[in-house]
């Protein structure tokens, strides 16, 4: 099992930058792939990235390529997601998401979530 914890959401201007930090538990971590989510007011959770168990291989949605970068660092259990360039449509809660299964993650079936971060873009 793995706990999931996210920090570093607030409110900033568009065009501005955040980065978020996902801490995980559990000795496990490197075991897992691990992505980021995000649902605003009114709409479904949606896939914003995903990074492989060895952090090589990276996967983003349309909607944030170019301006979002994930990674991680396992010794430290912890994965991140540091967003330039926001706009107001990246307002939302974002959670992060772990699965030993990258395709299960991608699509949102992943065993793990975190409690989720407000992340509020101002125009």
């Known amino acids: 099992q793995v706990q999931l914890v996210e920090s570093g959401g607030g409110l900033v201007q568009a065009g501005g930058s955040l980065r978020l930090v996902c801490a995980a538990s559990?000795?496990?971590?490197?075991?897992?792939?691990m992505g980021w989510f995000r649902q605003a007011p009114g709409k479904e959770r949606e896939f914003v990235a995903a990074?492989?168990?060895?952090?090589?291989?990276?996967y983003y949605a349309d909607s944030v390529k170019g301006r979002f970068t994930i990674s991680r660092d396992n010794a430290n259990n912890a994965v991140y997601l540091q967003m330039n360039s926001l706009k107001s449509e990246d307002t939302a809660v974002y959670y992060c998401?772990?699965?030993?299964?990258?395709?299960?993650?991608?699509?949102?079936?992943?065993?793990?979530w975190g409690q989720g971060t407000q992340v509020t873009v101002s125009s």
């Open positions: 990074i492989t168990r060895s952090g090589i291989g990276t």
């Open positions: 998401a772990a699965d030993d299964d990258i395709s299960k993650l991608r699509r949102g079936q992943n065993l793990y």
């Open positions: 559990g000795r496990t971590f490197k075991t897992y792939a």
